[in-house]
């Protein structure tokens, strides 16, 4: 686990793919196996596919005053997606309704007002294309489960690797590389950054673009 910052109320850590960002999960690998004695307040997720940055609480206190920020709008999070194809707006503000299937953990874009249909909002800029590739960097207005992926995918150009939306098989190509928050007791203003590897297929192909 690469660790970008500690103190007493609050751990920066990198989460790797394929780990689960709860801190217990029986029968899966999760961030709090990597700290085993420590107890983490999970304040916010990321889906189990995809890597970055995040932020744990060390103490309830730290928990509630991170969780009002998500709540107020306090947190920005940004990620870098490879997407399965090109848009015709090299930038711009997606919004849609998005429904969840929790039987079946999968959320669609809902054609009209469906039963418990939520707002979701981001903004986008490609910032390169490659091999019928483009890396999208992408800022989330709204914390919707798998928006990033069934947004793009709807406008058919799915992140590259994820198979659930039609992005074909590998690893799933979307990174949180930017989290900036209020420090929950300092009150500083904080921003930690991270890349994806970038010698690793697909993210090879944007090397320059991720700089």
Same mark, same amino acid.
């Given at each position: 686990?690469?660790?970008?910052?500690?103190?007493?109320?609050?751990?920066?850590?990198?989460? /790797?793919?394929?780990?689960?960002?709860?801190?217990?999960?029986?029968?899966?690998?999760?961030?709090?196996?990597?700290?085993?004695?420590?107890?983490?307040?999970?304040?916010?997720?990321?889906?189990?596919?995809?890597?970055?940055?995040?932020?744990?609480?060390? !103490?309830?206190?730290?928990?509630?005053?991170?969780?009002?920020?998500?709540?107020? =709008?306090?947190?920005?999070?940004?990620?870098?997606?490879?997407?399965?194809?090109?848009? /015709?707006?090299?930038?711009?503000?997606?919004?849609?309704?998005?429904?969840?299937?929790?039987?079946?953990?999968?959320? !669609?874009?809902?054609?009209?007002?469906?039963?418990?249909?939520?707002?979701?909002?981001?903004?986008?800029?490609?910032? =390169?294309?490659?091999?019928?590739?483009?890396?999208?960097?992408?800022?989330?207005?709204? =914390?919707?489960?798998?928006?990033?992926?069934?947004?793009?995918?709807?406008?058919?150009?799915?992140?590259?690797?994820?198979?659930?939306?039609?992005? =074909?098989?590998?690893?799933?190509?979307?990174?949180?590389?930017?989290?900036?928050?209020?420090? /929950? *007791?300092?009150?500083?203003?904080?921003?930690?950054?991270?890349?994806?590897?970038? *010698? !690793?297929? /697909?993210?090879?192909?944007?090397?320059?673009?991720?700089?």
């Amino acid at each position: 686990m690469n660790e970008l910052y500690r103190d007493d109320e609050i751990l920066v850590v990198v989460k /790797p793919a394929g780990v689960v960002s709860e801190t217990e999960q029986k029968g899966a690998k999760c961030v709090g196996d990597f700290y085993p004695g420590t107890r983490l307040y999970a304040v916010h997720r990321l889906d189990r596919e995809t890597a970055g940055v995040m932020v744990y609480a060390l !103490s309830k206190k730290s928990a509630a005053e991170l969780s009002a920020q998500i709540r107020e =709008g306090g947190f920005e999070k940004r990620y870098l997606a490879v997407l399965r194809g090109l848009l /015709p707006e090299k930038e711009g503000v997606l919004r849609d309704l998005l429904v969840r299937d929790k039987a079946r953990n999968i959320t !669609s874009v809902a054609a009209g007002e469906a039963e418990g249909a939520k707002e979701a909002e981001l903004e986008y800029r490609i910032k =390169g294309e490659n091999q019928g590739l483009s890396l999208a960097d992408i800022k989330l207005h709204t =914390g919707r489960t798998h928006q990033i992926r069934v947004q793009f995918s709807s406008r058919s150009a799915p992140v590259y690797g994820d198979g659930k939306y039609g992005g =074909g098989r590998g690893e799933t190509a979307l990174f949180a590389y930017s989290l900036t928050f209020t420090h /929950p *007791e300092t009150g500083e203003r904080m921003n930690f950054t991270a890349k994806p590897d970038e *010698e !690793s297929f /697909p993210w090879n192909l944007f090397a320059e673009e991720i700089g």
